[in-house]
């Protein structure tokens, strides 16, 4: 069965701090790795990831792949009150007629405080 | 906005009952894809269709069924509805259909429906 891990489940930190959120993974027909930040309601696209060791990066947040240890990190720098949100991290791997599902992680709830 | 539209936003019904819930994809995208949330299981992929054909299925009941129209709008049908089917629906849309396609999927805000 696939497995996506998101480690840790909960984060409380203050402004201005830096953020290591990580995500493992056992899947079969892996395609890509995928970063998505939920607030109240739809999860939003951050970054997509398909090769390891290049390094993705959007304003103070970077994420990164190892596809041979089977894991990713999102690093926030600088954070934020309004990077607070559920973090999520999604495996995509292929179906058997073709498509393709992602595989969701339960999330890391970051909480930054002023 | 994510350009993924859905309705209703919230459906309160009882167990027993029988509810459909719609989606429109962004302009361009022709595949459609639903998720279950739930606080105990995260995000589940249920379904996904594209371009009217179903492309791949997860851990969908068999109550459920999901259908694709001609103009690309989705519906999920959900019937013998028990007090465990109260979630957060998620419907989310890409260009592609094939994992290869590389093209993220995006999401719509969401159905929230409760069963009494």
């Known amino acids: 069965e696939d497995k996506v891990v998101q480690s840790p489940l909960s984060l409380v930190v203050h402004e201005g701090d830096t953020v290591t959120l990580n995500c493992s993974y056992e899947v079969t027909n892996f395609r890509s790795l995928l970063w998505y930040k939920q607030e109240k309601k739809a999860p939003t696209f951050l970054f997509m990831l398909t090769s390891s060791g290049i390094e993705k990066k959007s304003g103070r947040l970077s994420s990164i792949l190892d596809k041979k240890e089977l894991f990713s990190i999102l690093n926030i720098t600088a954070t934020q009150t309004g990077d607070s949100a559920i973090y999520l991290c999604a495996v995509a791997t292929k179906a058997s007629n073709s498509g393709y599902a992602l595989n969701f992680g339960k999330g890391t709830s970051l909480l930054v405080t002023p | 906005d994510s350009g993924v539209t859905q309705t209703p936003k919230h459906l309160i019904t009882a167990t027993g009952q029988r509810v459909t819930l719609r989606c429109s994809p962004r302009?361009?995208?022709?595949?459609v894809y639903w998720y279950q949330q739930s606080l105990d299981q995260g995000l589940q992929f249920l379904i996904q269709y594209y371009n009217g054909e179903e492309r791949a299925k997860g851990n969908i009941l068999e109550r459920f069924s999901a259908q694709q129209f001609p103009d690309l709008h989705s519906e999920l049908n959900l019937s013998s509805l028990e007090l465990g089917d109260s979630a957060l629906y998620f419907c989310?849309?890409?260009?592609?259909?094939?994992?290869?396609?590389?093209?993220?999927?995006?999401f719509g805000d969401g159905t929230r429906l409760s069963i009494l």
């Open positions: 302009s361009g995208d022709l595949s």
């Open positions: 989310a849309s890409s260009v592609g259909g094939q994992a290869d396609s590389n093209q993220p999927q995006h």
